[in-house]
């Protein structure tokens, strides 16, 4: 079993930044792939970011390129979304999740959410215009 508390989200305003933090324990954090996905009010959950277990791969939906960044501190169980230049259209609530690192790395089953197996509790981010 791995445990996923996401922290950091908030209110912001429009073109501001929030950095979020997901800290893992359980199992070893190491041998996942974590990833990143939102859910907005009466839509449904879609992906934002994936990173491998080294850190040497990042994936991303196309809306957030260049304005989010995902990283990972495996000293610190701790996978981060660093998110610039927000916009209204990103207020949701934003989860952290895990994917077993044996399968495949490509784009459409990284952004499936049924590839994941393990899910924190969501940080909602707020951005006004």
């Known amino acids: 079993q791995v445990q996923l508390v996401e922290s950091g989200g908030g209110l912001v305003q429009a073109g501001g930044s929030l950095r979020l933090s997901c800290a893992a324990s359980g199992r070893t954090f190491i041998r996942y792939t974590m990833g990143w996905f939102r859910q907005a009010p009466g839509k449904e959950r879609e992906f934002v970011a994936a990173?491998?277990?080294?850190?040497?791969?990042?994936y991303y939906t196309d809306s957030v390129k260049g304005r989010f960044t995902i990283s990972r501190d495996n000293a610190k169980n701790t996978v981060y979304l660093q998110m610039n230049s927000l916009k209204s259209e990103y207020t949701a609530v934003y989860y952290c999740t895990a994917r077993t690192e044996t399968l495949a790395w490509h784009g459409s089953r990284l952004s499936d959410s049924y590839e994941y197996v393990y899910w924190g509790q969501g940080t909602q981010v707020t951005v006004s215009s």
């Open positions: 990173i491998s277990w080294s850190g040497g791969n990042t």
